[in-house]
């Protein structure tokens, strides 16, 4: 008699995160959840160490980690709960990091230069995350600028509140010439509730 014999694979938790299995400490990190096969309801899913980071079910497979850490590996760990049964289904470790400074923009520009004629029809300027940062969150919050411009008399250490440019700011900012260079040291409103300073220079051209 020909007998042939095989093994079927019991199926195993399946995470997904939207940034290279990176969490940002400090914010909601969404991440989905989930077993072939399994029901959502049926998932359990628990951290290895709980004081490194929450999570939360959203509902239909979503979960958002919060980590309370900026460095390390979190753990976490999903189960698939039948009756009175619990089984083990597999575990993912993310790594935990602090978010990463957003960048100043002066319209378009991101440090390098800016042409002489775009400058003076500015009122603010942005700070933000880049193309090149794929997690999606608030826009951090300008707080206060210190602005300086090279070969533009009295133009150091000129301080502004808010985003917007005062009227000293901007009468200084027409009195800059191209080859002058134009430095902002920002202080924002992180989405992680912290306040950080960034700074970037800008090279006025024609």
Known sequence: DFKQSYYVAEPMAVFELTEMNVVYAGIDNPVRISVPGASAQSLVVTLADPSQATITSQGAGQYIIKPKVKTGKIKVN???????????????????????????????????SISIGDLKTMKAPQVRYGDDFAFKMKVPQILKQTIDITRVNGATDLENRGAQWSAEIQSYIQKAKPGCKITLTIEVAMPDGSKRPVSSTFRITK
């Not at 999903?78 to 990463?100: Q, V």
Request: charged share 25%.
């Open 78 to 112: 999903a189960s698939i709960k039948d009756g009175n049964t619990t089984r083990f289904m597999g575990s993912t470790e993310f790594r935990a990091r602090p978010l990463p400074d957003p960048k100043i923009y002066l319209g378009r520009a991101q440090g390098g």
